[in-house]
């Protein structure tokens, strides 16, 4: 069944008739990046008022793949449950030259994690629980059929021109978050560079419902049979419906390609029948690129309007929602007075996450769609040798899924302590009775096994406990952000010492 | 490791002549083909970046 696309309500503004008080945050964008921000301000008791200029969820699937990363973000956000009872859930990906498979990947190999690896579920589904959440909290003002049309600073302030329905009025803000995605008109009113790369090749995305049992997971194919020369992914999504990826080449038409007289036989050469429905299909090309920097003063670029990248490895929602991971905390932190060099932080941090990100699309993107030449050549020397020699199966690459960034923080570390609870990574979980210890990590959070400092949380030792926090030593202190990223973490230390850390933390030193 | 510049195969001519042998009779693109796979085999035997990226530069300045 087609989604059923329900349109949100204009209501006009109170700016309209008055001038309203400047707002502490105002959201450009009401994308799943947008109201993720929104939703987490809130839980650290910031408000905010979210625009958009249209008034329904994303018009096609879109982003279906969300990490476990991403998973443990929309937990805190209060909507994952919701996420995993409607999408599906998959952790192996098999990638395939010709007919033979020649590689596959188990994303969460070990259990004792509440989230599982990936699930897919359609964007619109995401956008639609994110909107539910967000009208549901008194500090999220959401105003659909609202376009931000200018936009200018002063010392300590942003400030949009708001066109609605009704007519235009001004919003006043502390900080002003650009959630407004890869065509960003806040960039292009800031005259900001968006540079990097585009790929000249075009890929056919469609999506199909039918009746079928293909199970869940990832499948990619290099020269597939039913695609000559080219390359193909098919992920299945919720509702009986299919995503297929075909790659086209630089010189297919797009116009041309969106026909369903031209679309449909090639879906049948896919799925070997033409007992489908045609549900959503778009021609893309992609593009990696970014802005310089992520905050310029006031205004404080996240999600798309910020990066983009290609979409295998499924890093450009997952990774606008660790932006939304990162900033929440610091920008609720600064609003309330702390001190703006967490806002430094949130820069250098997500450039990192970006480059990486970049990197890693890239990278399959060339793997994918290789310049002719010695691009090419090497690329299909690496299929042919997946055939017969172990190591290159690994080397063939279809996209490296979405993990999150190491950060390279310089912290207090202790090397007795396992190298997965590193400072710069996000904390591993680990079932804590009924519950989940990522469940504890919701605030700035000083956990001990093995010594209870004042005020520390001492969770129940079990054997994951063991594995990725002890390690092989007696005791341990671990300070963890509340984005759930590790800051520090000692054998053992004093008050003093854990405080001075939290300090640090807190002026975005750590 | 650091990357061997001195001579370091005992029968170098040997290795050179078995080079030529295993292209012939095949044609130029074939031959590129074949060291490409050449290439990746010895990388990942050499299984060393900082070594790799070395020679990566001795091959370009030369
Ligand atoms: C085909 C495809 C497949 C993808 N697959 C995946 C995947 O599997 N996994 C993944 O993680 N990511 C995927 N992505 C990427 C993902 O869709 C984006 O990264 C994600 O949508 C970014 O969210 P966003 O909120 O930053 O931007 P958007 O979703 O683009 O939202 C921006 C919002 O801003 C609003 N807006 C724009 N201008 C204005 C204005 N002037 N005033 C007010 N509002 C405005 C828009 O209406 C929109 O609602 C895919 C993308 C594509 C195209």
Partial sequence: MAYDYQPFEFTPPPGLTANEPRHKVVIVGAGPIGLAAALELARHDVPSVVVDDNNVVSIGSRAICWSKRSLEIFDRLGIAERMLAKGVTWKVGRTYHGAEEVFNFDLLPEDGHKMPAFINLQQYYVEQYLVEAAQQSPLIDLRFKNKVTDLSQTADSAQVEIETPDGAYTLAADYLLACDGAGSPIRKMMGLEFDGELFEDRFLIADIEMEADFPSERRFWFEPEFHEGQSALLHRQPDNIYRIDLQLGWDADPDHEKKPEVVIPRIERVVGHSDFRLDWVSVYTFQCRRLERFVHDRVIFVGDSAHVVSPFGARGGNGGMQDVDNLGWKLAAVVRGGDTGLLETYDSERQIATDENIANSTRATKFMTPDDGIERLFRDQTLTLAKTAGFARGWVNSGRLSRPCAYPNVAPDDGRLPEISHPGLVAPDAPQGDGWLMDHFRDVTVMAIGCAPEGAFVPELNEHMQRRYLGEADSCIYLVRPDQVIAARWVSADSQTIAAAKDALMRGQL | ?62
């Fill in chain 2, 1 to 62: 490791m650091t990357l061997v510049t001195e001579p370091n195969l005992q029968d170098h001519d040997g290795f050179y002549a078995d080079l030529l042998s295993v292209h012939k009779g095949l044609s130029e693109a074939e031959s590129h083909a074949l060291n490409a796979r050449l290439i990746l085999i010895l990388a990942n035997h050499i299984g060393d970046l900082a070594v790799l990226k070395k020679a990566l530069e001795l091959a370009r300045k030369s």
